[in-house]
C-alpha cells in the first residue's frame, strides 16, 4: 500500500523523521536530498532508529547500543544488530513523500 507521509520541507536534509504508518513506526531519511525509508524499530531492541544519528555513505546508528543500518538496503551492518530492518520504496510527487512497503 502507497502512503502519503509528508511534505519533502518537512525532513531537511541530513534529518530523519519517523511516522506512524498503519501502527507501524516507520522512518523517513533525507541524505543530501535523496529520500530513503526504513522501518523506525532497531532489530535488536526496541529503539527508535530516528532518534539515533545520521552516518555517512547512507547509514544510521542506533541510539541505544550502536547498531549501524544501510537505509538503502535495511542491511545490519555493525553489531550488535544482526537482522536487517524493513526498506520501503519511496516516491515523490509533487513534493509530497510516498512510502510503500515492498511487500506488497
Ligand atoms: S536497540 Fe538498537 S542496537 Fe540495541
Do not use: W
Not at 530516528?50 to 551492518?77: K, M, Y
Not at 544488530?81 to 526498506?87: D, G, L
Request: charged share 25%; net charge negative.
Amino acid at each position: 500500500m502507497k502512503v502519503r507521509v509528508c511534505k519533502t520541507s518537512d525532513i531537511p536534509a541530513n534529518s530523519m523523521k519517523s511516522f506512524d504508518v498503519e501502527g507501524e513506526p516507520v522512518m523517513v531519511a533525507n541524505v543530501d536530498g535523496e529520500f530513503y525509508s526504513i522501518a523506525d524499530t532497531c532489530s535488536h531492541a526496541m529503539a527508535y532508529l530516528s532518534e539515533g544519528e545520521l552516518l555517512d555513505d547512507c547509514r544510521v546508528q542506533c541510539p541505544d547500543h550502536g547498531a549501524v543500518f544501510d537505509l538503502r538496503t535495511g542491511e545490519a551492518l555493525a553489531l550488535p544488530a544482526v537482522a536487517p530492518v524493513e526498506t520501503y520504496k519511496v516516491t515523490i510527487e509533487s513534493d509530497d513523500i510516498y512510502i510503500e512497503s515492498r511487500a506488497d
